[in-house]
């Protein structure tokens, strides 16, 4: 089997075993399980709290005694375990330290299946610049694919959708003891001190104020990114308790509404090096940030109805906001630091967007959305009257018995159902993100270098 076939096949199951879940969690959370939305808030934490020693850990593994592709496929079983483990949890404190040790075991593999293509390429003699772009972007359509069959065969609030995340990562983790052999390179000398081994070197970058001050952004914007993951899909489906809008095409397959956020992440990535020759790193960086203004502006307002335009228009804005951001400020670090500090540096990058700044993101959203944002309806007058229906209305009804509730003879619900304001959310995000892009813009001082325009260069051939 030809080598950059398999590897892929790898990428494309690295995203499709997480995505199985990641976009319709919340469907499971609170539609099937009806758990709070504070206690949600920390289940997307535990993908940067992981994301924080997880690398660096199975990095210095793969660097002296294990062969890389060996000890991803022992996580990916690992991950597959957890995975089948999880539809029997039953309690939401629990199911937080499940998803966190599948996480410890899934985050890792993301750097490791990188290093793992790099490796065979440069070994079967591959160009990796030319070569691995092509092979990685087979990653995001895995990630697509998967949303979609999620969502097609009807389980984007079920258990199945993790029993689909395990069944498809035991068969990667078997499947990557068959991959080319990636033997440690022991590159890590042992007189490597323990801040150098988790490149807490980098810290020291934080005395210089530009620098720092871009990080203190890059944690910040990092929250963003995992507000969308969380509740994008929830958001949308939850469009069904209104009658005018139950049936619409939009909130029945929202999941795969949602996945043009990812096509148009891979489309995108084609006009980085335009936008970054034409504007400059930092630019670039503004109008990313003004692209995550856009994204939760438009679905503040928008519907399934006459506002799908803007739903489908947020998801398109995103490939903009998640690329531009991801690769301008990786070229800002790029060019920024020596050689000596580099590639802490970039880790440095990833532990303040995927690891602080999404427990932050996490954290603070759960509590803000269950805090102020959600109302509790106990009567069935009022509940009527929120999704414009009459009391009677037979598919507010349906919505409440499928939810096991019942309306008693005063007209009362056997039990409150909680309904979030999703335009005040929304809203909140939106107002969030405008005050992070204006003080960036105001705050952060830097002009168009000629190591820029080399490093932009490079990246246009």
Same mark, same amino acid.
């Given at each position: 089997m030809n080598v950059k076939f398999r590897l892929t096949l790898m990428s494309f199951m690295q995203f499709f075993v997480w995505a199985a879940w990641l976009i319709t969690i919340a469907n499971y959370w609170f539609g099937t399980k009806q758990w709070d939305g504070a206690d949600f808030g920390i289940i997307f934490s535990t993908m940067g709290i992981a994301s924080l020693f997880m690398p660096t850990l199975t990095g210095i593994l793969a660097d002296k005694w294990i062969n890389a592709e060996k000890l991803y496929g022992i996580l990916h079983l690992l991950y597959a375990i957890v995975m089948f483990y999880l539809p029997q949890v039953n309690d939401p404190h629990t199911f937080f330290w499940v998803i966190l040790v599948a996480m410890c075991f899934y985050m890792p593999t993301i750097a490791l299946s990188n290093s793992i293509s790099y490796t065979t390429l440069k070994n079967s003699e591959f160009d990796v610049v030319k070569d691995f772009p092509p092979i990685r972007v087979w990653g995001t359509i895995g990630f697509i694919v998967a949303m979609w069959i999620t969502n097609l065969t009807g389980n984007k609030a079920s258990a199945n959708q993790f029993y689909i995340a395990g069944i498809s990562a035991l068969a990667l983790g078997v499947y990557s003891f068959t991959l080319p052999a990636c033997k440690p390179s022991n590159l890590i000398s042992d007189r490597t001190t323990f801040i150098q081994k988790f490149g807490l070197e980098? +810290? !020291?970058? +934080? $005395?210089?104020y530009k620098m720092a001050l871009f990080f203190i952004f890059s944690m910040f914007l990092g929250g963003a990114l995992q507000l969308t993951n969380a509740y994008g899909d929830v958001f949308l489906d939850e469009f069904k308790m209104f009658p005018k809008y139950a049936d619409l095409y939009v909130? !029945?397959? $929202?999941?795969? %509404?949602?996945? %043009?956020s990812q096509i148009s992440e891979t489309l995108f990535i084609l006009a980085i090096p335009f936008f970054l020759k034409r504007f400059g790193i930092k630019k670039v960086m503004v109008i990313a940030m003004t692209a995550w203004v856009l994204r939760f502006g438009l679905f503040a307002f928008g519907n399934p109805a006459d506002g799908l335009w803007m739903i489908v228009l947020s998801c398109i804005v995103? &490939?903009? =906001?998640f690329d531009f951001f991801n690769i301008s400020g990786s070229l800002f670090v790029e060019t920024s630091t020596t050689p000596k500090t580099r590639s802490s540096a970039q880790g440095l990058f990833m532990m303040m967007t995927n690891g602080f700044g999404a427990v932050f993101g $996490?954290?603070? $959203? &759960?509590?803000? %959305?269950?805090?102020?944002?959600? !109302?509790?309806?106990?009567?069935?007058?009022?509940? =009527?009257?929120?999704? &414009?229906?009459?009391?009677?209305?037979k598919h507010l009804l349906s919505f409440l018995s499928n939810k096991g509730i019942t309306v008693l003879a005063n007209g009362d619900l056997s039990r409150a159902i909680d309904v979030k304001d999703w335009h005040s959310i929304w809203l909140s995000f939106t107002i969030y993100a405008l005050i992070i892009t204006v003080l960036f813009a105001l705050m952060f001082k830097h002009k168009h270098t000629r190591?820029?325009? !080399?490093?932009i260069e490079a990246i246009s051939h």
């Open positions: 980098a +810290f !020291k970058l +934080f $005395s210089d909130v !029945k397959r $929202s999941t795969l %509404i949602l996945s %043009i995103y &490939g903009m =906001a $996490s954290l603070v $959203s &759960g509590w803000m %959305i269950d805090r102020f944002f959600t !109302k509790a309806y106990t009567n069935i007058q009022a509940t =009527a009257n929120l999704v &414009g229906a009459q009391p009677d209305d190591a820029e325009q !080399k490093a």
